[in-house]
């Protein structure tokens, strides 16, 4: 079965520095892989996903992500943060043939300090 | 815009008392999802609809029920709210054909159950 490990509860960063939030996961067999954000008393939205095309994912806000299979990692980047990053992250997998399930890391809460 | 949207966002009600939580989608998706999210943790799927069909997850409790009389509108039933049930609920759609395809989640609704 699939599943996904975010390495750390919560990431505090300054604004303007780099964010890393980092997620690996485990797949017998090729992975769909997912960050969503969220905001206080909101619902998921999709940052970016990976879906075997380019391993180099870019999202939206300035986020991106990379595949790196030999690594089993698909950490997410953004080079300069705002404060307005300041929200919970979550990785999640699925696998790419037919209907499977979402399975979510256990998040990741960024913390933006001025 | 096509979108997920739920109602209320926020519900109050009291233990014991049934509630049900709504959702609706524009996109035309063939799945829907209901989580259960309690605070600083990953949500959990309760139950999903693949068209017509409903799907139980093993541990969800037999308190939460869930209609979908048509394409667009899914229902989530709390039969008798105890004070563990106060979460957020979120709904998800995906349109999953022969790949697994991406899930877009609603606002939520934030339950109180005093």
């Known amino acids: 079965a699939q599943s996904v490990t975010q390495l750390g509860s919560h990431v505090s960063v300054s604004e303007g520095a780099l964010v890393l939030l980092r997620c690996n996961y485990s797949s017998s067999v090729p992975p769909y892989l997912f960050w969503y954000v969220q905001y206080p008393n909101q619902g998921l939205q999709l940052l970016l996903k990976y879906t075997s095309a380019a391993t180099l994912v870019k999202g939206i806000n300035g986020f991106e992500a990379e595949f790196k299979k030999s690594e089993t990692s698909f950490h997410l980047t953004k080079p300069s943060a705002h404060m307005s990053d300041a929200a919970e992250y979550f990785c999640?997998?699925?696998?790419?043939?037919?209907?499977?399930?979402?399975?979510f890391g256990t998040g990741t809460r960024l913390l933006v300090s001025p | 815009d096509a979108m997920v949207i739920q109602n209320p966002r926020y519900q109050v009600t009291q233990f014991g008392k049934p509630v049900t939580l709504s959702c609706s989608q524009t996109?035309?998706?063939?799945?829907m999802y209901w989580y259960q999210q309690k605070s600083s943790q990953a949500p959990k799927l309760l139950f999903h609809?693949?068209?017509?069909?409903?799907?139980n997850e093993a541990d969800t409790p037999d308190n939460f029920q869930s209609r979908r009389p048509n394409t667009s509108f899914c229902f989530l039933d709390i039969r008798s709210p105890g004070l563990g049930d106060a979460a957020m609920y979120l709904c998800a759609t995906s349109r999953v054909d022969r790949e697994a395809d991406t899930q877009y989640f609603g606002p939520g609704t934030r339950l109180t159950v005093l």
């Open positions: 999640a997998v699925t696998l790419n043939t037919g209907f499977q399930k979402l399975v």
């Open positions: 609809y693949y068209d017509k069909d409903f799907n």
């Open positions: 996109l035309n998706h063939n799945v």
